[in-house]
């Protein structure tokens, strides 16, 4: 079984900085994208960012300039580095996996539990 884990969610004032972390555990025969989502309390889940297994990066309008998203192949790992931060980034992130776990399964999006960043005075 595969399983994406999250951490380093928090509360923050608005102008700190937080760091996610999503750690996969299981095996993974290999892993194409990875990104994280958010959603905020009533609102759709959105995509904040996007990293390829060629390191190409993708970012929502409303991070550019202060989110980082970056990934260590070694350690299946992505992290997110969030500065200026702001109240309406409140939210839970998820981060995902498009993955396969075998040479002959297909590709899928594999989903951590969420972790849970406030942006508050």
């Known amino acids: 079984q595969v399983q994406l884990v999250e951490s380093g969610g928090g509360l923050v004032q608005p102008g700190g900085s937080l760091r996610l972390s999503c750690t996969t555990s299981g095996t993974f025969f290999k892993i194409y994208t990875l990104g994280w989502y958010r959603q905020a309390p009533g609102k759709q889940r959105d995509l904040v960012a996007t990293?390829?297994?060629?390191?190409?990066?993708n970012y929502a309008d409303s991070v550019m300039g202060r989110f980082t998203i970056s990934r260590d192949s070694a350690k299946n790992t992505v992290y997110l580095q969030m500065n200026s931060l702001k109240p309406e980034d409140t939210a839970v992130y998820y981060c995902?996996?498009?993955?396969?776990?075998?040479?002959?399964?297909?590709?899928?999006?594999?989903w951590g539990q969420g972790t849970q960043v406030t942006v508050s005075s």
């Open positions: 995902y996996a498009d993955a396969t776990v075998s040479d002959r399964s297909m590709r899928r999006r594999y």
């Open positions: 990293v390829t297994s060629g390191a190409n990066t």
